[in-house]
């Protein structure tokens, strides 16, 4: 997500409307515009200030992986979670419609290998509780492995099939949400302050959480560091997305695979790519032969916002009346933000405040 402070020096300045705003989105990372549009497809006049650029921060990336958690030993994050992805082809079909942009959504499936029978047996005990817990509304499976480029090997022959899990073009899906805000009459101010007005929400990432942890008596998260990579490997635009040996490969709508990341918690440049990102590369040329002569299209780097008990932060800032944070989405932000959207607009312009206890900050 991109940071709310900031002097704009050397940016682009976007003009903004004098009018006061009913609603302002500090950030213009995944959830902060989620939460403009929203806002501005139910009325409200919305201004979003981003002193940086569009997904400057972890937004920004490559992968644009929407994965559920295991069908089990369920949270409040999974149930939360779970309305998110159920709720993500009417959200994103309706950013598209408004913005006339594609947004690279797709319920694509994923395929996960099994390693050996243990891991079988347990792959199948879940099969029961995804049918309960998702409502019916997708399966868990496993499947014998496919005669297909982009299935992973496996030990077992066998592998795991989710048809809950999908996919999103990051920088795609921002462009789509900046074009219907705009549409709706909403603003986005990139590259410069702007005046607030009515009840403002700070989505910055990484940024707002050190400045919750200042303005508070514990941290509240710090960043992890991210780098992926993507190929030109046209072809697979409707494959499903691979969850094997801890990356995430994900097919996407321009003709790109996109693998990643990796979890840093200690860097010396948290933009920057290094020896790591190339192993990771290698990993996954080795994991998948078709992706051996395909070329890197891009490389990215950046900080992810893990709050401290690794669930969304949501709902009022502590001492500051009229001030809302949206923050901690870490490798979830994507997956869960419709259901951000939704939960933050209905308490900051609606009153109605259903945000699980476990959420706020």
Aim: net charge neutral; proline share 9%; charged share 20%.
């Amino acid at each position: 997500m991109g940071k709310g402070g900031g002097n704009g020096k050397g940016r682009s300045v976007t003009a903004f409307d004098p009018a006061v705003p009913d609603l302002t989105v500090r950030g213009a990372g995944v959830t902060g515009l989620t939460i403009a549009w929203e806002a501005a497809r139910r009325g409200a006049r919305v201004r979003v200030i981003e002193t940086v650029r569009v997904g400057a921060g972890a937004s920004g990336g490559l992968v644009g992986a929407l994965a559920p958690h295991t069908p089990e030993q369920w949270t409040p994050v999974k149930e939360f979670q779970l309305q998110a992805l159920l709720a993500a082809p009417a959200f994103w079909a309706g950013v598209e419609q408004a913005s006339g942009l594609p947004s690279g959504f797709a319920r694509a499936r994923r395929w996960q290998p099994l390693a050996d029978q243990a891991a079988v047996a347990l792959a199948e005990t879940r099969i029961e509780a995804a049918r309960f817990l998702w409502r019916g509304q997708a399966q868990w499976r496993v499947i014998p492995r496919p005669d297909h480029p982009l299935a992973p090997p496996s030990a077992t022959g066998l592998l795991i099939e989710d048809t809950l899990s999908a996919r999103l073009h990051p920088r795609l899906a921002l462009a789509a949400l900046v074009a219907a805000i705009r549409g709706a009459g909403g603003e986005v101010i990139e590259g410069a302050e702007a005046p607030e007005g009515g009840p403002v929400i700070w989505a910055t990432g990484t940024a707002g959480l050190a400045a919750l942890e200042t303005a508070g008596d514990r941290p509240r998260g710090y960043g992890v560091k991210g780098q992926a990579a993507s190929f030109h490997c046209p072809g697979f635009e409707s494959a499903p997305q691979v969850f094997a040996d801890a990356l995430h490969i994900v097919p996407h709508v321009d003709g790109s695979i996109a693998v990643g990341s990796t979890n840093e918690t200690t860097w010396s440049d948290p933009t920057s790519t290094d020896g790591l990102l190339e192993a990771l590369i290698d990993k996954a040329r080795r994991l998948l032969p078709v992706l051996a002569d395909a070329p890197v299209m891009d490389r990215w780097a950046g900080l992810r916002p893990r709050s401290a008990n690794r669930r969304p932060l949501l709902g009022p800032w502590p001492g500051k009346p009229g001030v809302f944070v949206a923050n901690g989405g870490f490798t979830i932000g994507f997956g869960i933000a419709p259901q951000v959207a939704v939960t933050m607009v209905d308490l900051v312009l609606e009153g109605r405040d259903h945000i699980p206890a476990a959420f706020r900050p």
